[in-house]
């Protein structure tokens, strides 16, 4: 027990106007040590809080914006300048992980998409190697979603970190996006773990709680993970069914393996 290190999406918790150190508290007391995404807490203070409930902000954005992002060309200036500022600003509060995003195809080739996703993260490899900020490429489904997403296989995201070739430059691993995109899971992390930096899990069909009325068996993922050796984050982004709290609390035992 306890070989996951487990976050939460400050979206779950910051529903119905709870206060942020309302929600670091019930998160504290269900034994999250993460916070993934702050959501609809401001994150200067975030940052400040967090720690004091023995939480770390694991997790931020990294630049604007999911569909219309790193593979396209004409971004890279923009992105670069956004993705060096949350660097900076990740590396001087803690943070490990930035989201990255590739953006939708909108008719690009996946080939030189991957090239100009490559070039675009080649420019920032090194600020993230000298300041400890993993660079988190987001696998995201195509089918359901995100439609036109162009990350929405693994291969493809490790095809791109091999690409860059920078211990820094990692995955997102979305345990429901890549249900939904490709299934074989465990053979998947188990296979690529090296680059995968973070993961985000919810129940699919849904993209709701983790339990038994939707097919993942988090359980034998999450052994699959802690087998590895991860020591990252494993992030819950989902919306609940119903009370949050008690979601979360089920989220956290079906994960602690």
């Given at each position: 027990m306890g070989r996951i290190r487990q976050a939460f999406c400050g979206g779950i918790?910051?529903?119905k106007g709870r206060s942020m150190e309302e929600a670091l508290e019930i998160a504290a007391s269900i034994g999250f040590t993460g916070i993934d995404l702050p959501g609809p807490f401001q994150l200067d203070e975030l940052v400040k809080v967090a720690p004091k409930y023995g939480i770390t902000p694991c997790m931020i954005g990294g630049h604007a914006s999911l569909s219309d992002g790193m593979n396209n060309a004409a971004n890279l200036e923009r992105i670069v300048g956004e993705v060096t500022e949350r660097i900076h600003f990740a590396a001087d509060h803690g943070i490990p992980s930035l989201v990255c995003l590739s953006g939708n195809r909108r008719g690009l080739d996946d080939y030189v998409g991957l090239l100009n996703t490559a070039e675009c993260l080649k420019r920032v490899a090194q600020l993230a190697e000298d300041k400890g900020v993993n660079l988190c490429m987001e696998l995201l489904n195509s089918k359901v979603d995100h439609p036109d997403y162009q990350c929405d296989h693994t291969l493809w995201g490790v095809t791109m970190c091999r690409l860059v070739g920078s211990s820094r430059v990692k995955l997102l691993f979305d345990i429901y996006h890549m249900a939904i995109m490709e299934g074989d899971l465990i053979r998947n992390i188990r296979d690529y773990i090296g680059y995968i930096g973070h993961f985000h899990t919810a129940g699919n069909p849904g993209r709701k709680d983790l339990?038994?009325?939707?097919?993942?068996?988090?359980?034998?993922?999450?052994?699959a993970i802690a087998d590895t050796g991860f020591d990252g984050f494993v992030g819950h982004e989902y919306s609940p069914k119903g009370d949050e709290v008690e979601s979360l609390r089920a989220a956290f035992a079906?994960?602690?393996?």
């Open positions: 918790l910051g529903r339990d038994d009325q939707q097919e993942i068996y988090y359980p034998a993922v999450m052994r079906a994960c602690d393996v």
